[in-house]
């Protein structure tokens, strides 16, 4: 059957705090971190981009799948802060982890599920045997706005899924998505910075699409929230997952492992498939994990996943998200404001 | 319109992506970057291409102040002679790390990081830089 065969994780290692932040624009700082959820986000490098970060993370991927690269046969890079606006950051990916030539390759964008949709083509290619194993990643140095709400949780972080029918370490029992046309979040060409439609974020785009895609994915492999150990939804801040949780009657404890939001912030294409990754890092075999990613624009893809026994002898051989959430330096503002480019005259 | 430097750039992606060099099988010496001819064994010498294990430790350092213009919003950064552990040394800059705890012997394993890029509108470099190991969850130490 269809599964992970590995998967990798890179979160850059320096950090924000909210309240640093809320400072600067004459917030409340003590509140903010509350109210959204995240009292720390992760900051790039200057010289750290989508490229680097997918680079990173597939190379873990690789590691702890234990496969030949040249074995690979399809990769999909979903992000919305790719380097380039023409040109592939999946060649860069293919050309440093070292695979053969004869393989396809293409950018995604999907708001922060392009990560998971590519997830869903790489298994299509896989089970239809095109392919022997696809790459798909997550990967995002996200922007906001000086000064605007999105500034307090737009991070940086991505993760890689290989995605195959043998060794597997994890299987895709099922995947489901729901799409429609929702403008909740948007960048148009050549603007440096998304806009959003506040509180039109919520309900109509991320607990109408979330929620459905969760119902969809029940009613589809007829199970319930019983039949589930670990949930993990999109995590644009610390509130909404939780509430999307409360929402559809998941128990608070099956949640908590995966909210990696509130210390390192929305990693956007990243977020799911790091907190994906964070339950696959401390999973017993035979667990069942359910997740749900959200991209604005609008739509969820909904996962139903498995652990396998083959798990436990893969892991201790790449860092795992709390050893990437742990390596962390504090910068100021400022040092954030040059590292991320905000200062126009430089 | 064609831009320069980028055949020049796309000459060297393959070496400075993966730090691919080049192993003399009669002499057991690695080279990076990679050589046309050993310069012990000359004649004799047999060529292969290798890709190095890019783990080594730091053989000499140096903590830049004053850069070029493409790197100064990374000062104070460190520049390093890195002992590979094929024997190879090379010079590369060291990153995740502050500049004051940058020792002689320190362990380092190669990542992958945006070199320069020639203007906002230009190609982008990358390649290798180092950083210190770190702590795998599980792993014997």
Known sequence: MVGIVGYGVYIPRYRIKTSDIADVWGEDSARIGKGLGVFEKSVPGPDEDVATISVEAARNAIKLAQIDPTDIGAI??????????????????????????????????????????????????????????????????????????????????????????????????????????????????????????????????????????????????????????????????????????????????????????????????????????????????????????????????????????????????????????????????????????????? | MAEQGVAQVWRRIRTIYNILGNRCTTCNTYYFPPRPVCPTCRRKGKLEDYQFKGLGKIYSYTIVRQAPEDFQKQIPYVIAQVELDEGTRLTAQIVNVNPEDVEIGMRVRACFRKIKAFGSGGVIVYGYKFEPTMHVTGHDE
């Open chain 1, 76 to 346: 999909y890079v979903g992000s919305e802060s790719h380097p380039y606006a023409v040109k592939p950051t999946g060649t860069i990916v293919a050309e440093a982890i070292g695979c053969s030539h004869d393989l396809t390759c293409a950018d995604y964008e999907f708001a922060c599920k392009a990560g998971t949709a590519a997830i869903q083509t790489t298994m299509g290619l896989v089970k239809s045997k095109m392919v022997k194993l696809g790459l798909a990643i997550g990967s995002d140095t996200a922007q906001g706005r000086p000064g605007d709400a999105l500034e307090y949780s737009a991070a940086a972080g991505g993760a890689a899924y290989i995605v195959g029918l043998k060794n597997i370490i994890a299987t895709i029992e099922e995947t489901v998505s729901f799409t429609t046309d929702t403008p909740d979040f948007w960048r148009r060409e050549g603007e440096d910075f998304p806009s959003h439609g506040a509180r039109f974020t919520g309900e109509p785009a991320y607990f109408r699409h979330v929620g459905e895609g969760a119902k969809s994915l029940f009613k589809k492999t007829k199970t319930t929230i019983d039949d589930y150990d670990y949930f993990v939804f999109h995590m644009p801040n610390g509130k909404f997952p939780v509430a999307m949780g409360a929402q559809l009657g998941v128990p608070p404890e099956k949640l908590e492992d995966s909210l990696v939001v509130r210390q390192i912030g929305n990693t956007y294409s990243g977020s799911a498939m790091i907190g994906l990754a964070r339950v696959l890092d401390i999973a017993k075999p035979g667990a069942r994990i359910f997740v749900v990613a959200y991209g604005s624009g609008a739509g969820s893809d909904a996962f139903a996943i498995k652990v396998e026994d083959a798990i436990e002898e893969r892991r201790g051989e790449v860092p795992t998200v709390d050893d990437y959430i742990a390596r962390k330096t504090y910068v100021n503002y400022a040092t954030y404001a040059k590292y991320r480019g905000k200062i126009k005259a430089m």
